[in-house]
């Protein structure tokens, strides 16, 4: 399987209060369960299924995930926040692994 | 006849509406990051058959077109980013990587511009997948990449990118001279069980519905793209095969000889529009 | 006056075409949407209000479709896809540094209702559905 690399972006600084936008993507197929191979079998489900936004331990944002969401999964999301810090973002598979990346932002 | 007319204009009214309602129009523009303004149209360039140039982004939806504006939107970017680590990760019995030789990927600047082109120490007409393959397997001892695996239209999409913005110009005269008049060939000629010629949709037609989807003038300047169809990058190649496909003919294997004409051919009608890195499109 | 059926399909077409605005649908989700519903909100009456879902009129291509959920206030949002297989989506929580507001790229099978239903603050709950038009065919595939 391809390697699976996430990719965010966020403000390397913001005001505090200021609302900023965060783009997340992170290529992986998910598998929906629905799709047959050639000898007709239903190709097992694989999919990211929860997606986690945490700020210095806070959770910020949680998604669920079902196979409806289109392969290379992408969201995107607005917060705030008052103190600097790190914005953790995690995506979890089917298959139990756990797929993490983070930011840090800067007050100013 | 008069039956024939009445569903002509109605099917004629369907088509529009539907063309109205699912694109931005081709007045639309295209800026990268908020930062990068990329032409989409251009001047056609002398004997061109075509009144003037398009990119196929124009052609796409709203949403689509939006989808690559943004460097963290466009999906094509996380292969990109795989494609910059391979960069520096050796690899072959000389355990060499693409950086050992190259540098940094802006070394890469300008090259997609002039693709597919001449070379002269080969004798033949070499496509970007022929170039990295070549270095793959003669300096880093490295087994050669499938055409439109995922690791070669990561790296393709990142040399792309290298050539953001810059203006199409291949050369279609000299040793290649052969090449594109097989091209040209090739683009005008009826085949398969829709007995369809590249040039009846993509000169005759673009910009209006063929079903559901908007006809482009097929463009390879966006290429490799961010296909929502299959959600991956695609080879143009990989795309030449699939347009034989649908119109029901036998395609031609990519790397072969008749899709590197095509492609030099197809690239020569865009001279003028630039390079989009890797591009988002159906 | 007597039409031929590619008259009749070629005006049926037009018609459907012109009323095809995204109508907002108030309860005409399937079983399993309704029991995805449900199980969200505990069987509590759904309200109307400030729950903004945009979607595109007509899906370029079904299987990347973007989508965008906005609902000041809320700190849950369920997204259903009332006409594929199975309508599950996604639900995303907010916690309190979010705005509550999410946009994402969903599968549609065919011509369906997207739906969203947001869990409020105060415990209530508010929907909103669209219709999005998914095309199949043509030489994209």
Not at chain 1, 62 to 82: Q, R, V, W
Not at chain 3, 48 to 73: D, Q, R, Y
Not at chain 3, 114 to 132: L, T
Request: hydrophobic share 40%; glycine share 10%; charged share 20%.
């Amino acid at each position: 399987m391809a390697k699976i690399k996430p990719r965010v972006k966020a403000p390397k600084s913001v005001a505090a209060g200021e609302v900023f936008t965060v783009k997340t993507l992170i290529n992986h197929k998910m598998e929906s369960g629905q799709r047959k191979d050639k000898a007709g079998e239903k190709i097992p489900r694989q999919i990211i299924n929860k997606f986690e936004a945490i700020f210095n331990g806070t959770p910020v944002l949680t998604a669920d995930l079902d196979p409806a969401i289109s392969t290379n999964p992408f969201i995107e999301f607005s917060m705030k926040i008052s103190e600097a810090g790190d914005l953790a973002f995690k995506w979890h598979d089917d298959d139990g692994s756990v797929y993490e990346t983070s930011k840090s932002i800067a007050i100013g | 006849m008069k039956t024939l007319t009445k569903s002509t204009l109605m099917g004629g009214f369907l088509a529009l509406s539907l063309g109205f309602a699912a694109t931005a129009g081709e007045d639309s523009t295209l800026v990268v990051n908020g930062e990068t303004p990329i032409p989409v149209r251009a001047a056609a360039p002398e004997g061109s058959p075509l009144p003037e140039l398009f990119s196929g982004w124009v052609f796409r939806s709203v949403e689509t077109q939006a989808m690559q504006a943004d460097d963290f939107d466009n999906p094509g970017m996380i292969f990109v980013d795989q494609a910059w680590e391979a960069w520096s990760t050796p690899e072959g019995s000389a355990g060499k990587s693409c950086a050992d030789c190259h540098g940094e990927p802006d070394s890469m600047a300008g090259l997609r511009a002039t693709m597919p082109k001449w070379n002269a120490e080969a004798g033949k007409l070499y496509t970007l997948e022929d170039y990295i393959n070549e270095s793959r397997v003669k300096h880093m001892g490295a087994e050669p990449w499938k055409w439109s695996g995922a690791q070669m239209t990561g790296m393709t999409a990142l040399i792309s990118l290298q050539s953001r913005g810059a203006t199409i110009n291949v050369k279609t005269d000299g040793p290649v001279a052969e090449m594109y008049e097989k091209g040209k060939e090739i683009y005008y000629t009826r085949v398969g069980q829709l007995d369809m010629a590249c040039s009846n949709c993509h000169e005759d037609n673009y910009g209006v519905m063929i079903r559901a989807d908007h006809l482009s003038q097929g463009q390879t300047n966006g290429f490799p793209a961010y296909r929502l169809k299959n959600a991956k990058l695609n080879s143009i190649h990989a795309r030449f095969k699939g347009c034989m496909k649908n119109i029901r003919a036998r395609p031609y294997k990519e790397g072969s000889d008749e899709f590197r004409a095509l492609e030099l051919y197809v690239a020569s009608r865009g001279n003028g529009l630039v390079v989009e890195g890797p591009s988002v499109r159906n | 006056m007597n039409l031929s059926r590619r008259q009749a399909l070629a005006l049926g077409g037009a018609v459907i075409t012109v009323s095809l605005l995204p109508v907002d649908l108030a309860h005409a989700a399937s079983d399993q949407s309704n029991e995805a519903i449900a199980a969200f909100t505990g069987g509590a009456d759904i309200g109307e209000g400030n729950l903004e879902l945009t979607t595109p009129e007509i899906a370029e291509n079904g299987n990347t479709v973007p989508i965008a959920v906005s609902a000041s206030g809320a700190v849950s949002v369920l997204i259903l896809a009332d006409g594929n297989p199975s309508p599950g989506v996604a639900t995303f929580h907010f916690g309190e540094m979010a705005e509550a507001s999410a946009s994402t790229r969903i599968r549609l099978a065919g011509t369906q209702s997207v739906i969203a239903v947001a869990k409020m603050a105060d415990g209530s709950f508010i929907q909103a559905a669209r219709s999005v038009k998914v095309t199949i065919g043509g030489c994209g595939g």
